[in-house]
């Protein structure tokens, strides 16, 4: 197995930290570069996380995706994925589990602030704000959001993000299709 914390590892480019952002509890700046040298992949890249936020998420589910045997165990063990309480074929609920966990709240901390984002997560979030609400928006925007992290720190690839307008696109297109 391959070490991704290798002390000589080269640092990933990563785009430029906001400018004029201030805030007394913030990591350093060249903490993101850490980060992304430790895990081999650049979460803050993912829209919505911070390096702070990266480092709640990293210190309670971990570098190792290999605990969990499919990312519907990770995102049920988050508390993001719906519980549905069925007898004899019938749903008679449906809800996601209580659970007390700072990941889970990063990530629906995630999910609230790419909503006025100009990106395909943030498109995502205000239509299923439109259908569902904000509450089960808020949901299922972490539960999209949580899918990605699991992947990117399953298999190392890197994050590359769509914008609203080529999900628009690819949208219009499958509607055709349909």
Known sequence: ??????????????????????????PPPETRAQYARLLGVDLVAVMGRSAS??????????????RFPSVKHFCAWLGLAPRNDISGGTVLRSRTQKVVNCATQA???????????DSAIGAFYRTMRAREGPQQATVATAHKIARIVYHLLKYGEAYEPESAAADERNRQERELRA
């Not at 590892?9 to 430029?16: G, T, Y």
């Not at 400018?19 to 007394?24: D, F, R």
């Not at 936020?53 to 290999?66: A, L, N, R």
């Not at 990530?107 to 984002?117: E, G, L, N, T």
């Open 1 to 26: 197995m391959e070490s991704r914390g290798a002390p000589d590892a080269p640092r990933p480019d990563l785009p430029p930290v906001k400018e004029g952002s201030k805030t007394k509890n913030a």
């Open 53 to 66: 936020s990266v480092q709640t998420i990293i210190s309670e589910i971990g570098t190792d995706m290999t």
């Open 107 to 117: 990530f629906r901390q995630a999910a609230q602030a790419v909503a006025r984002s």
